[in-house]
C-alpha cells in the first residue's frame, strides 16, 4: 500500500479522548486496563490511522501565513465538495448555493428539526440508534419515537416499513432523522430499500434529515447511495449532512457541512443555524477539507476501506469461529460492530456489565451497547491496525469469552 496503516500511533497526552479518558468515568468512558495490559481503545468512533498527509500539509501551508482574520469559504473548498460527491457518488447538479456549513452533524440536524418541528413534535428514528441523536433530540425538547430494525433470516438489518407507517400516523410525524449508512448496525441500504423509504416519507409528508457522515466508509464492495439522489421529491424534502471527520479522522477540528436542494428549506435552516452567532467555520477546517478531497485523498480512502474490511472480515470470522453465544450482523459501512452477547450472558450466568469489565480490565477498550438501545450489546470500533485487531481478539478468547 502507498500509505501507512500498520504503524501503531501513541495518542497518549495528544488530545485523544480514546485513550486519556480511560477510567476518568467521563462520557461514558472506559475503565483503565489492569496492570501489564495495554489499552486498546476501542470506543470513540475515531480511527487510530494517521490522516491523508495533504491535509496536515494545507494546514501547515496557511498556517505559515501570519494572519487568520476574518474570511469567506473560498471557491476552492465548495468546488472541492461538488467534484467528491460527483466523483465517490456519482451526484450531478450540485451546486456551491445548495452547500451550507455547520459545526457539527449533530447542531445540524438540531436546526433542521428547529424549522420542521415545535417542541415537544414527536421524531422517526430507528433503532438501534445513535447516542447523539438521543442525547441532542432529547436535549431540545424532541420526543423520539423508534422503529426497529429487523435481521431476516441472513442476518442483515432491514427496516419495517409497516412499523415506521404506523408510528408515523399514530404520532403525526412529519420529520425524521435518518441514517445512512446506518450507526450502529454498520447497514448500507439498497436502492429498493431507500425508494420504499422515501415514498412512505412522501406518502406521510415527512421531511428527512439524512445523516451521511459514514457515506465514505463503505466495506466490502458495498455502495453507498445517497437518499436525495432517489427520487426527484426525496431531492426536495431532504437534508442531508456530511463531513470529512469520520472519513480523515478530523473529529476535533470541526467542521461538516449540509446539502439541501429545496431553496425555501435551505433559507429556513440556515436562519435558524445563523441565530446563535457561533455555527461559523474556522479557516483551517476549511483548508484541511480542502486538502482531504484531493487525489491523494482519493487513494488513501480507498486503501482505508481496504483496511478495514479486512478488519471486520476477520473480527466477524473470529467471533463465529470462537465466540458462541456472541453475534454480530457483518457491518457493509463505518468500523463498527454492534455484538449481542445475550445468548452468552444467558448460557454463562453473567451480566453485560461484567463481560465490559472483564474486557476493559485486560486493555480492551470497548463501549456499552446500551446506550445505542441495545439491551445486551457491545460497540466495538475496528479502525486501527489490523496487529491491534488481532491482539484485542486474542485477549478477548483468552480471558472474556473463554470456555
Not at 280 to 297: D, F, R, W
Request: hydrophobic share 40%; net charge negative.
Amino acid at each position: 500500500m502507498k500509505y501507512d496503516f500498520t504503524s501503531i500511533m501513541d495518542r497518549r497526552g495528544m488530545d485523544a479522548m480514546a485513550i486519556d479518558d480511560l477510567g476518568t468515568m467521563r462520557w461514558f468512558a472506559p475503565s483503565a486496563p489492569k496492570e501489564g495490559f495495554d489499552a486498546i481503545p476501542m470506543w470513540v468512533a475515531d480511527m487510530n490511522f494517521a490522516t491523508v498527509p495533504t491535509i496536515p500539509e494545507a494546514i501547515i501551508a496557511r498556517t505559515k501565513h501570519p494572519a487568520y482574520g476574518y474570511f469567506h469559504p473560498s471557491d476552492a473548498y465548495f468546488r472541492s465538495i461538488i467534484q467528491w460527491h460527483e466523483n465517490r457518488n456519482g451526484v450531478t447538479g450540485l451546486l456551491p448555493e445548495h452547500i451550507g456549513y455547520e459545526n457539527g452533524v449533530l447542531g445540524g440536524i438540531v436546526s433542521a428539526l428547529n424549522v420542521l418541528c415545535s417542541k415537544g413534535d414527536h421524531v422517526l428514528l430507528h433503532s438501534p440508534t445513535y447516542i447523539g441523536f438521543t442525547s441532542s433530540l432529547e436535549n431540545n425538547g424532541y420526543h423520539i419515537v423508534h422503529s426497529p430494525l429487523k435481521l431476516d433470516e441472513k442476518g442483515v438489518w432491514r427496516m419495517d416499513f409497516a412499523d415506521m407507517e404506523r408510528k408515523i400516523a399514530e404520532h403525526r410525524i412529519h420529520a425524521a432523522v435518518f441514517c445512512s449508512p446506518h450507526n450502529p448496525t454498520g447497514r448500507v441500504w439498497e436502492r429498493w430499500e431507500l425508494e420504499q423509504a422515501t415514498e412512505l416519507f412522501r406518502k406521510h409528508d415527512v421531511f428527512v434529515i439524512s445523516d451521511e457522515i459514514w457515506s465514505d466508509i463503505i466495506l466490502n464492495g458495498n455502495r453507498h447511495i445517497p437518499l436525495q439522489s432517489v427520487s426527484e421529491d426525496a431531492r426536495n424534502r431532504t437534508a442531508a449532512i456530511y463531513a470529512p471527520s469520520k472519513t480523515f479522522n478530523l473529529a476535533g477540528l470541526i467542521g461538516s457541512y449540509h446539502i439541501i436542494y429545496n431553496k425555501a428549506l435551505r433559507d429556513r435552516i440556515e436562519k435558524e443555524s445563523s441565530l446563535s452567532h457561533y455555527n461559523t467555520m474556522n479557516v483551517l477546517s476549511m483548508h484541511a477539507l480542502i486538502g482531504a478531497y484531493q487525489p491523494e485523498g482519493y487513494e488513501w480512502v480507498d486503501e482505508l476501506r481496504e483496511v478495514l474490511s479486512g478488519n471486520i472480515n476477520y473480527a466477524c470470522q473470529f467471533i463465529e469461529e470462537h465466540f458462541p453465544g456472541v453475534h454480530t450482523a457483518r457491518p457493509e459501512g463505518t468500523y463498527m460492530l454492534f455484538l449481542d452477547c445475550s445468548e452468552w450472558c444467558a448460557a454463562h450466568g453473567c451480566t453485560i456489565e461484567e463481560v465490559m469489565q472483564a474486557g476493559w480490565d485486560v486493555g480492551v477498550a470497548w463501549q456499552d451497547g446500551r446506550a445505542f438501545h441495545g439491551p445486551c450489546h457491545i460497540r466495538v470500533n475496528l479502525a486501527l491496525p489490523f496487529s491491534r485487531v488481532k491482539e484485542a481478539f486474542d485477549r478477548l478468547a483468552r480471558y472474556v469469552f473463554h470456555t
